[in-house]
């Protein structure tokens, strides 16, 4: 499993061919994001997190994608501008890519293989608003919505996948960022 995610080629925001294998050793928290988003001003929570984490070994990694909604409709200049300016975003944004569908990129279709169910906040009712609107995943193990998050330890395993309205300073994503640390 490890040398299969480390292997996924990826491009970062600028364009370059990239893969995750920089961050071998190193805890990521993947997450697929959005500009136009309500969940939005969860990059300002995301870059505080890898703030206070990354000397330990923790890199967030952003994944523009405009499934949900058409809420991610800018070019990656576009959005790269909009993470810097709006909410000095420091870690890694990558190209926009599809999380889910037909065109599903390789990294979330292991990533959603290897952990079906996100760990949801307790009391949350997302997914039934989403339903109410006509906006329900098209499967139980489907992305939800922007800014899903999945966890991976040092070893490539993925040890955690936290639903969207779990916020980047929510007890149970943050310690489990410090348990994989």
Not at 23 to 44: H, M
Request: contains cysteine; charged residues 25%; aromatic residues 8%.
């Amino acid at each position: 499993m490890q040398s299969l995610l480390y292997d996924i080629p990826a491009r970062s925001i600028d364009g370059a061919q990239e893969s995750l294998a920089p961050f071998k050793d190193k805890v990521l928290l993947i997450v697929n994001v959005a500009s136009k988003c309500g969940l939005t001003p969860q990059y300002e929570g995301l870059e505080k997190l890898y703030e206070r984490f990354k000397d330990k070994g923790l890199v967030v990694a952003g994944f523009p994608a405009n499934d949900f909604g058409a809420q991610e409709p800018g070019t990656n200049a576009e959005i790269s501008d909009f993470c810097h300016e709006n909410y000095a975003v420091t870690f890694p944004i990558f190209e926009k890519i599809a999380v889910k569908g037909e065109a599903q990129h390789p990294l979330y279709k292991l990533l959603i293989e290897t952990r079906p169910q996100a760990q949801g906040k307790a009391g949350s009712n997302l997914e039934e608003k989403l339903n109410g609107m006509g906006l329900g995943r098209g499967g139980a193990t489907e992305i939800l919505w922007n800014f899903e998050k999945f966890l991976v330890d040092r070893q490539g395993t993925v040890v955690g996948r936290f639903a969207p309205d779990v916020a980047p300073d929510d007890p149970l994503l943050v310690a489990a960022i410090e348990a994989a640390l």
